[in-house]
């Protein structure tokens, strides 16, 4: 869900947003205060930004407090504001399982990824996986899948950002809502190009800053509209939808049938796992000095997600009791609106407050998209910079000059491509392109990651077989899914070609991924290095020769 309801959440909220067009001018105010304050600070980070490590790894400058509130402004979409609100407001107990999923998948980073890829890389993951691997190939693998990832994620993200800001604008033909997403695509360039980890570090503490207190705020009110009885609050919500006693126990969404129930092992399996595999959080621990920080960022940031994600259960349950499912579902059958509604009815339905409240997390949510995917494009240009053009390419001999430059234009490659993705994709069902990304990452990253620092008898053709077929496999599943064709609720819902039963490949593509990776290193007549296997366990553990 984290991401994965992004572009339909947002599309909602902006109509909802847009129904009041006479505070249209105070809406576009915030947005254009925000984006002007946004890139003053990118500017300014830009004036810093001097060597490949300032660019790539923002001089691993940031405290571990500082680095914590900017993973969580990363992992942290507007669809965990509105997509898990909405999913709770619809499905009570089953809607809140979404946000434990998203708290567990950073004990995985936590206990098996955060330390030892911090000591044993530089600036990407093909750092790590090529430190004992033959380097051309798997570096070329590693930056395939990582610009892969980075691309369906960015594809949903833009989409959404453009359909906010052409209707918050009033914008209703074809070619205005093509410029819009083509002068986000240009902001989310100019972000990077200038400000590379740096900025974009700033820009996502300044986000996650914004969305904590937006969803405070919400969960205050909500609270003082029921006395800060927890009870009643729970109570209202169970009457109010339908469901009785039902809407507070498991088993509303998924355990139907059998199929819904493999979805949601499928669906928590990816997410769980795929959050350690995603290049835009894996860079994130390359911003501080030291693994003990790197460590201590992910404590800060368990506790600034899990805050948050207790609040969505106000949110979400506030939204049923206060609203109502008919009223929400009728703005949205996902359930997406759920948030802004509530936002609105907080601040008082037709009122100047109402769409204050309503500007701000409009605000909120476009600073969201904004954060992500500035990560994600410095993700997938540094991969492609320091791994496919630096070590492939120029075979280790470009300078630091040569290589930012390279990542630079990648960023306005990776920019235009998703532009052009973004404006076709205007008006599809692209959530299940977000889906995707993180079984993508679960399926060729982690396990891929996982053996590199963990299994001395791991090969390069492991590694490859590994990435590669995890690609493949769930790129492959998803495109046969109901996520693509067969439902209503479909990419292209007037033709069905799903013979995948599951939304979600995870179940089916992540064991492979592991299995793939197992196969190929049993069948490789590759010796393993042990040598240089015994120095990366040395280096991951203890942190000796780190950069």
Do not use: C
């Not at 998948?105 to 044993?120: H, Y």
């Not at 986000?184 to 904590?212: D, E, N, R």
């Not at 399926?443 to 590199?452: F, G, H, K, Q």
């Amino acid at each position: 869900m984290s991401a994965a309801h992004t572009p339909h959440a947002v599309i909602q909220l902006a109509a909802e947003a847009s129904s009041t067009s006479e505070h249209r001018p105070l809406i576009i105010t915030l947005f254009a205060v925000f984006v002007a304050a946004t890139l003053g600070i990118t500017v300014w980070a830009g004036r810093q930004t001097k060597s490949a490590s300032d660019f790539y790894a923002g001089g691993r400058q940031f405290t571990a407090f500082q680095n914590g509130l900017a993973v969580s402004g990363d992992y942290m979409s507007a669809a965990s504001f509105l997509g898990i609100a909405g999913a709770i407001a619809l499905f009570g107990y089953d809607g809140f399982l979404y946000s434990i999923g998203f708290l567990v998948a950073w004990l995985v980073a936590l206990l098996l990824v955060a330390e030892p890829l911090r000591n044993s890389g530089r600036y990407t993951m093909g750092d790590v996986l090529a430190y004992r691997m033959r380097q051309r190939p798997v570096r070329t693998a590693a930056g395939v899948s990582t610009i892969v990832v980075s691309i369906f994620y960015l594809l949903a993200q833009m989409a959404g950002a453009g359909v906010l800001v052409s209707l918050l604008l009033g914008i209703t033909s074809d070619a205005g809502k093509i410029l819009i997403v083509a002068l986000v695509g240009v902001l989310m360039i100019v972000y990077v190009t200038i400000g590379g980890m740096k900025g974009t570090t700033w820009v996502q503490m300044v986000k996650a800053v914004l969305l904590i207190a937006g969803a405070l705020l919400m969960t205050l009110m909500v609270l003082w509209k029921f006395d800060f009885n927890v009870s009643d609050l729970l109570g209202t919500a169970a009457e109010k939808s339908g469901h009785g006693a039902a809407f507070l126990e498991p088993g509303l969404k998924y355990g139907a049938t059998d199929v819904s129930k493999l979805d949601f092992i499928s669906l928590g399996i990816a997410l769980v796992l795929g959050t350690a595999g995603l290049p835009h959080i894996l860079i994130r621990f390359y911003t501080v000095p030291t693994a003990k920080a790197a460590r201590k960022s992910v404590n800060w940031a368990i506790g600034i997600i899990g805050a948050f994600y207790l609040m969505t259960i106000a949110l979400g349950f506030g939204a049923a009791a206060l609203i109502g499912p008919e009223e929400i579902k009728a703005k949205n059958p996902a359930g997406n609106a759920a948030a802004p509604q509530l936002a609105e009815y907080l601040g008082g339905l037709g009122t100047t407050g109402g769409a204050v409240m309503l500007a701000v997390i409009s605000a909120v949510a476009f600073a969201t998209i904004l954060a992500v995917v500035a990560g994600l494009t410095l993700a997938s240009s540094s991969s492609f910079a320091h791994d496919i053009y630096a070590n492939v390419i120029r075979k280790g001999k470009a300078t630091e000059k040569e290589e930012m430059r390279a990542a630079r234009w990648a960023t306005v490659a990776i920019g235009v491509v998703s532009i052009g993705l973004g404006a076709m994709a205007r008006d599809l069902n692209v959530a299940g392109l977000v889906a995707l990304a993180f079984a993508v990452a679960a399926s060729a990253n982690l396990p891929t990651i996982l053996y590199s620092l963990f299994w001395k008898r791991f090969t390069t053709q492991g590694a490859l077989w590994s990435i590669y077929g995890g690609l493949a496999s769930s790129v492959i599943l998803v495109l046969f899914s109901p996520v693509v064709s067969g439902k209503a609720s479909s990419m292209f819902p007037d033709v069905d070609f799903a013979w995948f039963p599951l939304e979600n490949p995870g179940l089916i593509s992540i064991p492979l991924g592991f299995l793939l990776g197992w196969v190929g290193s049993a069948l490789s007549k590759e010796e393993p290095d042990k040598g240089k296997y015994a120095e990366l366990e040395v280096k991951s553990l203890t942190g000796t020769g780190a950069h």
